[in-house]
């Protein structure tokens, strides 16, 4: 049989196809963490008419607890308006959306500004300041082979 592929050939194609590197998905997205101070995105026009819709739909049915419940109605009232009615909440999203991408450039000018500071301080690594440290612990193992 030359050139054919014998079942167990195919066998362990297969599974090596199959395996999926889980371990390596996992640090990468752990690598990430998230920074407190960073900015939080702006709400969309249909989340700020959530915020009114919530108030008026807990004043109308008080004993109602599903959220899920909330947000069926809040979705079909949202889709029935017209781009009018629409219009105070994408202007609302609108002016949240643009105080957010000034908190970005401040932000993000803080992030260039930091670590050139950093730098500035000590031009050294960590591992060059402590190979410092062990030359100058006041050990004299060179000066007892004399």
């Not at 992030?111 to 402590?130: A, F, Q, R, T």
């Amino acid at each position: 049989m030359k050139g054919g592929k014998s079942k167990a050939d195919t066998k362990s194609s297969k599974l090596a196809v199959n395996k999926k590197p889980a371990k390596a998905s996992k640090a990468a997205g752990a690598a990430a963490a998230k920074d407190p101070n960073k900015p939080k995105r702006p709400s969309s026009a249909f989340f700020v008419f959530m915020e009114d819709f919530r108030q008026t739909y807990k004043k109308d049915h008080p004993n109602n607890k599903s959220v899920a419940a909330v947000g069926k109605a809040g979705g079909h009232k949202w889709k029935s308006l017209s781009d009018t009615e629409k219009a105070p909440y994408v202007a609302k999203a609108d002016t949240r959306k643009v105080d957010y991408e000034k908190n970005m450039k401040a932000y993000n000018k803080k992030l260039e500004e930091g670590p050139k500071e950093d730098e500035e301080e000590s031009d050294k690594s960590v591992s060059e300041v402590n190979d410092e440290d062990d030359a100058d612990d006041g050990s004299d193992e060179e000066e007892d082979d004399d």
